[in-house]
């Protein structure tokens, strides 16, 4: 990797330890000059006139081949391409191409920052992202990919899959578990038609973006590649007087390319894709010595052959590498620089899975995965680096599920045997005494569907949950020492934390109440024993500590309606409704608290109007309830009750010629979000688009 930071304000230049983004770069820019020719002029993807809502969408997450959604005892929403393309994205954040869903609180601090939401009333790390299959970083990774990569995405709601394995990221709030559910974001395949798309905008804050997109495809060679940059000035996106403490505009520059290649050998079941993504995102936080520098890359290889009409086969694996570097100053004493911080994480994950079609719609599905990932830390404080934290982690999970399906209903049961080894190299700059840990666990999962009529389906699901302590959690980016020390950001360790187990229940109907209405309601309840929350402990200087908060409930109820009025007007409507509560006999502070980042309450309401074919209106109206940011009864801050709108706006000029308007936070509410960051208020974004 060769990456460059500011320097007496010349460009220098750095050996870095991963030579894979050079290797990435490169081979985009070859597929670049090679394939990404269009042959034919191309057109817009419009949106299908769609008839009606059913029941039987298509689904691949449950079992990882396509699925009849009545045959699913879970719930999954489907996001299509189209409402993908109809979102705004304010703080550029994929996280929120799901803003609208119910059960979903998508909760970006800013552009540049992660999403600190929660899902099914828990925090976003009890909902596994991934892309086309494999674990992706539910903080980090959004941030990085692209949105017109994305054939469609899915929301599969209700108790941990054991097809899918805990994502073993170590940074911000550590593991990710499915115990609540998964987001899987499907990348585009088979190519239809050539299309190339290029598009150049301007808006608040001195933003400048252009995107480049191209697809096509070669015999039986189907391909897209692309990539996208902005520059802006942004704004202060810290409250009045807090720890960002902004004296300037915090820019920002962002940079993406991406490709994506799929071979489909004799057949369209029989087929060889790689991935790839590289993301560089470089600024400052609108102070003196306070740059950052941050590098992601994703790969993803994926094969999959439907060996013959009864047997499925697919492997899977990936490659993810994550450089994040920032300064420090000595705020608020002066703004002098102090140290310089850095956090590289890489992470290997892959599996292997068979599905076995049987008792004719019948399945069984069987499969391994192995995921290895590396953590490290390090601080450079007068020109001599030290690393801080060294703890690699590696994980091998054995799975069996059978779906048997008779007449009207779907009943599922399965497990997994999961063995997860932590190893403690190094944590807070001293070698432990404890060099590693290995956790077993077998965990196991059920559902039922029934599905009374063509419009009405009950169903009902339950799953276990495990995760251990993360690296971060353990060893914190600060020293014990640091506690309310005066510029020493970050998070303190916590060596004596507990790994956490999780039960979830869930129990709903989808109901057409005609061809153009579907209302879907679902129950939950997630619990969690010593659950691994992230706790705010100070507010100047920031600082928060990984804790276990006891046990955990989280229940509620999420409700929705949609409706396909005509070919000029969708709309829809959800509710959700949620209590948690945190018992821990131990510590009075947290008995009887929340569970941070959890509105009690959300309502959601959004349309699309097409009252031309070349016009397309789509306005969202969001209301969040209240939430707090730790589960100390005394320390924490209230945050929430407040309503944004958004809307997207695209007319066709002509055939090839679109102009798109985003606006964000009309109302201009600058509601304030935890750890001291509050929503700048409006924005806007327009760009023309051209397709060739």
Do not use: C
């Amino acid at each position: 990797m060769i990456f460059y930071q500011k320097g007496g304000g010349k460009i220098i230049f750095r050996e870095g330890i991963m030579p894979i983004r050079i290797v990435l770069t490169m081979l985009i820019f070859i597929f670049v000059s090679g394939v990404a020719r269009s042959e034919t002029p191309g057109s817009y993807n419009k949106p299908e006139e769609q008839k009606g809502y059913s029941l039987k969408d298509i689904v691949v997450t449950e079992t990882k081949i396509p699925q009849s959604e009545e045959n699913v005892t879970q719930q999954i929403d489907v996001i299509s391409e189209e409402e993908i393309q109809y979102r705004t994205y304010a703080d550029r954040n994929l996280s929120e191409i799901f803003l609208y869903e119910p059960g979903i609180f998508v909760n970006p601090l800013s552009r540049n920052d992660a999403n600190w939401g929660s899902f099914g009333g828990l925090g976003p790390k009890y909902n596994v992202y991934l892309l086309d299959g494999l674990p992706i970083d539910s903080f980090v990774d959004p941030m990085s990919l692209d949105p017109w990569i994305l054939q469609r995405a899915e929301v599969f709601k209700g108790p941990a899959s054991i097809m899918y394995s805990n994502y073993l990221s170590s940074d911000f709030a550590g593991n990710e578990t499915p115990l609540a559910g998964i987001t899987n974001l499907v990348t585009k395949e088979k190519i239809d038609a050539p299309l190339t798309m290029m598009q150049a905008g301007y808006g608040s804050y001195n933003t400048y973006g252009g995107k480049i997109y191209n697809q096509g495809s070669t015999g039986n060679f189907h391909y897209f590649i692309g990539g996208t940059y902005e520059s802006s000035d942004y704004t202060n996106y810290g409250t009045q007087n807090s720890w960002l403490n902004m004296i300037d505009d915090p820019e920002y520059k962002k940079w993406k390319l991406y490709l994506k290649g799929t071979y489909f050998f004799d057949r369209d079941d029989n087929k060889l894709s790689l991935f790839a993504n590289v993301t560089q995102h470089t600024g400052d936080a609108g102070r003196p010595n306070r740059d950052y520098w941050n590098y992601y890359d994703t790969v993803n290889l994926n094969y999959s052959n439907q060996i013959n009409d009864w047997l499925n086969m697919q492997l899977a694996a990936g490659y993810r590498y994550y450089n994040r570097q920032w300064d420090e100053d000595n705020f608020p004493t002066n703004l002098g620089l102090r140290e310089k911080d850095s956090v590289k994480q890489q992470i290997i994950p892959a599996t292997l899975t068979f599905n076995i079609k049987h008792w004719g719609n019948s399945l069984l599905t069987l499969g391994a995965d192995y995921q290895y990932a590396t953590y490290e830390t390090f601080a450079e404080t007068n020109g001599v680096e030290t690393k801080q934290n060294n703890a690699p982690t590696q994980s091998i999970g054995v799975y069996i599920q059978e779906k048997y399906i008779v007449d009207n209903w779907v009943f599922r049961a399965g497990g997994r045997f999961n063995s997860q080894k932590n190893n403690f190299d190094l944590l807070g700059g001293t070698v432990p005494e404890v060099s590693d840990k290995t956790y077993n666990k077998f965990l196991w999962s059920a559902g039922i569907r029934f599905n009374a009529t063509n419009q009405l389906s009950l169903f009902t699901n339950a799953g276990s949950s495990f995760l251990a302590p993360s690296g971060k959690s353990v060893g914190g980016t600060l020293n014990s020492s640091d506690f309310g020390v005066p510029g020493k950001n970050g998070q303190l360790p916590n060596p004596n934390l507990d790994s956490e187990k999780g039960i979830a229940f869930d129990l709903g109907l989808d109901y057409q109440i005609s061809k153009n209405i579907l209302t879907t309601v679902r129950g939950f309840i997630n619990k969690v024993d010593n659950a691994i929350v992230e706790n705010v402990v100070s507010q100047n200087p920031s600082q928060s500590m990984s804790v276990n908060a006891g046990d955990t409930t989280a229940y509620g109820v999420e409700a929705q309606i949609k409706q396909y009025l005509n070919e000029y007007v969708q709309w829809f409507a959800n509710f959700t409704f949620t209590q948690t509560k945190v018992n821990n006999d131990i510590d009075h502070d947290q008995d009887g608290s929340n569970i941070p980042f959890t509105p009690n309450w959300m309502a959601n309401v959004g349309a699309v109007f097409t009252p031309f074919k070349s016009i397309v209106i789509a306005p969202y109206f969001q209301y969040v309830g209240i939430y707090y940011d730790s589960t100390s009864l005394s320390g924490r801050l209230k945050f929430g009750n407040y309503g944004v709108v958004n809307m997207h706006m695209q007319g066709d000029i002509t055939k090839n010629i679109r102009l798109n308007l985003d606006l964000n936070n009309i109302t201009n509410n600058k509601y304030e979000m935890p750890w001291q960051f509050q929503n700048p208020g409006f924005s806007a974004f327009g760009s023309i688009q051209v397709s060739l």
